[in-house]
């Protein structure tokens, strides 16, 4: 036995599967769009085609990969298991569901499912602005239990983005208060700017906050927010009009360290 395994991963409906040796570090990779095998280890070439051996699919051409850039050296050396970037949209609200189904029947719909299609319609929305250059992180986690819903790092900047379900509801924002309806107003802009202070500390970069309301019927902003963008889940592609504040090897450099798992684990 080679002690090889094989790790798919998923983003933007590509599909990448990883040789990992059994201590989680990546020695290769298949990249079927391409039909290229890229080993780092040569020694173990004919170990790493037999293990692909059942998912290679036509000819394959093998060899090094191109010089990696430090950003992607960065995530070559990630665990999969620490590597965030395969998130999905709502993926600890997914996890969390699918752990503690809510009962077939009640009186009321689960408020998890409501939160999970407003995370899962601003993911996919700030997941289309990758061709311009961004990457977007998913449900990043924080010390606590907390977790910052989206994390868009690109060119005009980074932003922690949180997703609020407000379909066919009249929103009223008067820092830090945001009402739904008739419901009483909570400080959820403290939370939003909170998000973005403990990124900013993580990440030792400045993170601005965003607050993406999802298909509201109307939106009133009394007292206008300190620092927060208030924007509708249609709006968001405007973040890619922001000024150019980031070069490219910037964004890539910010976007591997994000992605690590160990880089939110402490602080904040």
Known sequence: MSGLRVVPTWRHGQERLYVCLADGRNIAWYDREAGRVNVLADDRRE????????????????????????????????????????????????????????????????????????????????????????????????????????????PGGLFAVHALYARRQRVLVADPAVALGRRDPRPLLRRVRADADRASYALTAEVRPVLALVEPADLRITTPPREVRVLRDTELGALTRAGGVLKPADVEGLHAMARDRRTWASGG
């Not at 170990?47 to 692909?52: F, M, N, S, T």
């Not at 394959?60 to 010089?67: I, L």
């Not at 719909?109 to 407003?118: C, F, K, M």
């Open 47 to 154: 170990d790493v085609l037999e293990v692909l051996g059942p998912f290679l699919t036509g000819p394959v051409t093998v060899g090094p990969p191109p010089v990696p850039t430090p950003a992607e050296l960065a995530r070559l050396a990630l665990r999969p298991d620490d590597d965030l970037a395969p998130n999905r949209p709502g993926e600890a609200l997914l996890i969390d569901l699918d752990r503690d189904p809510a009962p077939a029947h009640r009186l009321r719909p689960d408020p998890r499912r409501r939160a999970l299609a407003a995370e899962q319609t601003v993911g996919d929305a700030l997941d289309r602005l990758d061709g311009a250059g961004w990457h977007t992180l998913h449900s990043v986690p924080l010390p606590g239990g907390d977790r910052i819903h989206h994390l868009t790092i690109g």
